[in-house]
Structure formats: C-alpha cells, structure tokens
C-alpha cells in the first residue's frame, strides 16, 4: 500500500488524486466517506454511540512555480521542504510533467529555495502549479524507503487499520488536507465537530529520545501542545496488555495536539509518530516493525475504545 | 475622492472606528443591512432580488500597521513599539499622527552616530516620537502609553501613480464600497475587518456563520518591481492589473474560484497576473477554515513599499482590479453558467 500512496499526486493544497485513491480504499469499510470545501475527507462508520476520532493527513510537502524563464521554472517550496537535499531532484507535477532541480553554486548543502531553478520544458508549466519531489519507493526485509515518507506513512498504516479492525461500533476518520501547510485541514474540520477522543498519526523523527526500533511513539509533548494523560495512559496500558511495542516520547516537533484539543469546545488528544530515520533528507526509511506495532496500536484503539 | 478619505484616516489596528465611519456613511443607503461587532467589524448585505442566488463574501480590511506609545521620557519624547509588520528603517524621519497631534520619528543626528554604531542595525528602541512637547507631564497631555500612532501621509496622485499610506488594505475598502453602490444578482456579504496586521483577528470573527458559495478577499501586495531585482524574485509587477495569489504563508486558495475568477477575468477582457511568491499572508487564512471551511482567494492590488508612509499602486491596477470582482460577480449572477 505505501508502495502505491508514494506515486499519488498530493502536495498540500493539491489532494484530489488522494482523495479519490483513498476513497476507493475504505469504500466498503465506512458508511459515509465525505470531502469539505478545504478538501478534508472524512469517513465515518455508523455503530454503537461514541466519540472517537482518528486524523492523518493525505497530503505531502511540495514545490509551487513562481516564475519561469525560458527553460527555467523558479519555485518555492510547501510544508517543511529542505533546499539542501533538492538539488538534482526529479519534480512531477499533475499532468505528467517534470522537471529537474538545479543548483548553480558549489555547495548545494547552502542552497536557499530561491538560489534552485527546475529544469524544464516551461511550456507546458504555469505560474501556481504545484508538484512533488518524485517518491521513488524502494523495501528490503527491515524497512520502507523513500523521499517524503514520513508524510505517507501514517496515511498508510491508518488504512491499513481500518480495513482490519473489528468492531460494530461507529468512529469517524479525518483524512486531513494541508496539514503539512498549518494543519488548515484540521483547523477546518475540528471547529464544527466534537468528539471525545481523537487519536492524530504522523512520521516523526528518530532523534530526541525517539528511537528506530522501539515502536509506536506515543507522544506526551509535542512543540505546541500535551496530549491528554488520562487518554495516553489508557492507550499505553491496552498496548502494554496487548504487547504492542510503544515507546513514550516527547519531540519538539509540531505533531498538531494543539490544533485539535483546542478546536470547538477542546478535545482529548493523543498523537502518535511513526517513527522516521533521516526525516527531511533523502530516501527517509521507516522500519516495517514500527509500521506494524503503530497498525495494531490504531486497530486496537478501534476496537477497544 | 473616497480613496483619499480612507487612506488620509487613522486606523491603526484596533482603533479601526474612523474608517469604519467613512465606510458607513459611503454605503448606508446601498445596502439591506449593517452591523458592527463587538470587535469592531463591518458586516454589510445587500440581498439580491433573485432567488437561488449565489452568495459571495467580499473581504477586505480596515486596519493599517502603525505605531503604540510604550512609554514617555522624562523629557517628552514617546517611546514606541510597532503594530503590524513595519521595516524599522522606514521610520525615520516620517511624520506621525497622535490623537490628532502631529509628530516626527526622530533618531540621533547621523554626526553624533559613530563607526562602531553604524555598522549596527538599527532598532526600533532606538527611534522616538517628537511630539514637541519639553517634559513627560507636558507630553501626557498630547499621548499616553497604549494610544496609537498613525503615519500622517498626504494621498497624491503622480504619473500613473497613487502615493498614500494604509493602501494596503483601505484599496480594498474602496473596490467593495463601490461595488456595493451597484446592483448583483448575487446576494453580497461584505465584511470590513479589523486587526488584519495582527494575526487576522477579526476575520476570524467575521466570516462565522455566513455560509457563502466562495469568499474573495480584496487586498494589497507586495510589488518589488525595483531596479535591482532579478525577474525571477519579482512577486508581482506594476501595471500588469490585479494579483491572484495560489499560495501564500496563510492560505491556499481554492482551485475552482481562481479557475472561475480567471475565466471571468478572460470574458471580460481583464488582465491579471498571478502572485510569484508564496510569502505573505491576509485575512484568506483565516476565512478559509471557517464554518468547516469556505472556499476563498484573495486579489490584490501590487504595491510598492508596502507597510511603510509613502505605499505606491498604479491607477490601472486598481481599477482593473474592481473590473475582475465585477467580471466575477456578473458571472457568479449568471450561476457561472452552470
């Protein structure tokens, strides 16, 4: 699956393709499976009443044409995108055109977005396309690799749990759009919704404490906000009765606590990061036990909950 | 000219009543009703006589970056801090309005300046407000700590050119008041905001509970045109009519309404040109994720020295940039014949 969500099209702002390409996914899983006006799509099963609710976003970092000049498109970059790992970089954009990035200085670890060009036949290019660096996915027996993962990885492992889980009883899933662009997705949606419970899943990165390894990180802090603790514990002690591998965390990193638990009237919130080795670099790799200790961490929220 | 009036009146953001007052009294009679918030926003609706219409928001700021009074020295002069984005060094030297007083923002003499403090940037803790005053009591009769102070800038007009402070976003003011004082067959909501310049405040209030079809925020951008500025760093240029932004700091705009906005545009023989930068930000961001989020963009008028006493736009740009909400609202009238 993850093999297939790094070759959709879905920079922030741009995520039809993976709205469609999910869709098609949890069809027979959900009840209802709705789009917003920001492009959030949200799925939910009916069951037995309670509150719950599992985000993750759909979309990944990006690139956006600012001017071009003759075989020269300039760009800057959407969500946390590194100048110092583009340079030579294939960029797709949505009708099948692509680019190469170029940088014409020495080092191209000092490279700032407006020093890179891509490479291109303009013609077919418009000022305000968007794209994406290429995903070129590869696995060996331990771990997933690829550029952006860490922006499919929790997309993949949450569809993977829904389409196993077992349960009568109803949740809603937020697929989330921008969330790589100030979490916009998650600001839209959690404003007219209430729930008690909302778990959000993402990639974070192996540093800080969070080890490759060691499992789901289930996240105390993160930079703007604290996870509910009742909540947290509660999802610590199904894993460790479960024996699902976690590892608890704290990371400075934004994992959008903040935007959920202070939506409408607050939520409780737990996030939990997949952890990602060499986050933001090239050819990031998750290892596959993390993915599926974080699938069966998600399944069981699910189900128990 | 209502241009001249918006831009000539103090809005510092917060203290957004006087423009707020000039916008009332321009369209009062035009529309079905108004109301101001607790905030301090402008709501105006103006209903059409059609039914099933669309309903288009229109947005735009009262707000203008300024300056607020943090303290007052012994010997008269006001200490300040910035409200909004304003690059320290288009202080020095402009003239300043406070509760109607005028004042100049003063800096040490450049010959007492030496080498070593040159070579520093400059700060704002370093620049005061000469209210002409000679002590703090005589001071405290013109300024207090926490009253605002507005750049006192004369709107004129030269060449093709307009020359005003607070263009950004009194511009937009003025494309909505006028489009107001004309019949749609849409039904309009027009929000006049405050405290844009501090974090889209009030647009977070404003646009609850409207529900439109699509939000369009009427602004004014940055335009660095200039000498010296290689083409591909230009985020947009003067003269090439109004900017459509895809992205910037705050929001992402909807794909279909820029597809909608730039068709209208080509039916009706209005240039545009899209924004070539992804910085900044405006209100769009804030409206965008209302009310489980409403479908926006913005269109903005280039300006050059944008945030600072002496904003330039051209004629043609702000023109062509009321003709593309126009081109829009006819077509949305027509349903965009869907």
């Not at chain 2, 009146?9 to 707020?20: H, L, Q, Y």
């Not at chain 2, 910037?248 to 820029?258: E, V, W």
Request: aromatic residues 8%; proline residues 1%; charged residues 25%.
């Amino acid at each position: 699956m993850l093999k297939s969500l790094c070759k959709v099209f879905a920079p922030s702002g741009m995520e039809e393709q993976m709205r469609e390409y999910i869709k098609e996914c949890i069809k027979d899983v959900f009840d209802e499976i709705q789009a917003d006006n920001l492009g959030n799509l949200v799925a939910r099963k009916n069951g037995s009443q309670r509150s719950l609710c599992i985000e993750c976003g759909m979309d990944s970092c990006g690139i956006m044409v600012t001017s071009k000049m003759e075989d020269k498109a300039y760009f800057s970059g959407i969500g946390g995108v590194s100048a110092a790992y583009l340079n030579g970089k294939k960029v797709f954009f949505k009708d099948g055109n692509f680019g190469i990035i170029r940088y014409e200085g020495k080092n191209a670890a000092d490279a700032k977005v407006t020093d890179l060009y891509i490479q291109t036949d303009t013609k077919g290019i418009s000022i305000g396309d968007f794209g994406v660096v290429a995903d070129e996915y590869c696995e060996n027996s331990k771990s997933f690799f690829a550029n952006g993962v860490a922006s499919k990885i929790a997309l993949a492992a949450v569809l993977q749990a829904v389409k196993t889980a077992d349960t009568n009883k109803g949740y809603t899933v937020l697929f989330s759009a921008q969330r790589r662009f100030a979490a916009k997705g998650i600001q839209t949606f959690f404003t007219n919704e209430e729930f008690d419970r909302v778990i959000t899943v993402d990639g974070i990165s192996c540093e800080a404490g969070i080890k490759c390894g060691y499992g789901c990180a289930i996240i105390a802090v993160d930079s703007r906000g604290v996870s509910d603790k009742g909540f947290r514990e509660e999802t610590e002690n199904i894993s460790n009765d479960r024996k699902i591998k976690f590892q608890t965390a704290v990371t400075h990193e934004n994992m959008c606590i903040e935007a959920v638990s202070t939506s409408g009237s607050g939520a409780n919130c737990v996030a939990l990061g997949i952890p990602v080795a060499h986050k933001g670099k090239n050819y990031e790799s998750v290892l596959k036990s993390d993915f599926n200790e974080t699938v069966k961490l998600i399944k069981t929220v699910i189900e128990e909950f | 000219m209502l241009l001249k009036k918006l831009t000539e009146a103090f809005g510092v953001s917060g203290r957004e009543g006087e423009v707020r007052d000039i916008i009332i009294s321009e369209i009062k009679d035009f529309c079905t009703d108004f109301n101001v918030d607790n905030m301090g926003n402008l709501t105006v609706c103006k209903k059409s006589k059609r039914e099933n219409a669309k309903k288009i928001l229109l947005s735009a700021h009262m707000d203008e970056v300024g300056l607020i009074v943090t303290d007052i020295t012994e010997d008269g002069y006001l200490k300040f801090a910035t409200v909004g984005g304003i690059e320290v060094e288009s202080l020095i030297s402009q003239r300043v309005k406070v509760n109607g007083h005028s004042g100049v923002i003063a800096v040490k003499a450049v010959h007492l300046i030496d080498k070593e403090e040159r070579k520093k940037p400059l700060s704002e803790k370093k620049l005061y407000i000469d209210i002409g005053a000679r002590s703090r009591d005589e001071a405290m009769n013109y300024a207090l700590r926490g009253d605002y102070a507005a750049f006192d800038s004369q709107y004129i007009e030269f060449g093709d050119m307009i020359k005003a402070k607070a263009l950004d976003d009194r511009l937009g003011c003025c494309v909505i008041v006028d489009i107001l004082k004309k019949d749609w067959d849409v039904d309009l909501v027009c929000n006049f905001t405050v405290q844009e310049e501090c974090g889209l405040r009030g647009a977070r209030v404003a646009s609850r509970g409207i529900h439109p079809d699509y939000a369009i925020v009427i602004e004014g951008t940055t335009c660095n045109d200039m000498a010296g500025v290689p083409e591909n760093l230009r985020v947009t240029k003067s003269g090439n009519g109004p900017a459509i932004s895809v992205l910037d700091s705050a929001s992402k705009a909807d794909c279909r309404l820029i597809g909608l906005l730039t068709d209208a545009a080509q039916k009706h023989g209005v240039p545009y040109q899209f924004k070539a930068s992804t910085a900044g930000g405006n209100d769009a961001g804030a409206i965008c994720t209302t009310d489980g989020g409403i479908k926006t963009a913005s269109v903005s008028v280039p300006c050059r020295y944008i945030h600072s006493p002496v904003s330039v736009m051209n004629k043609y740009d702000f023109e062509m940039c009321k003709r593309l909400i126009e081109a829009f609202l006819i077509e949305a009238g027509k349903g965009f014949d869907e």
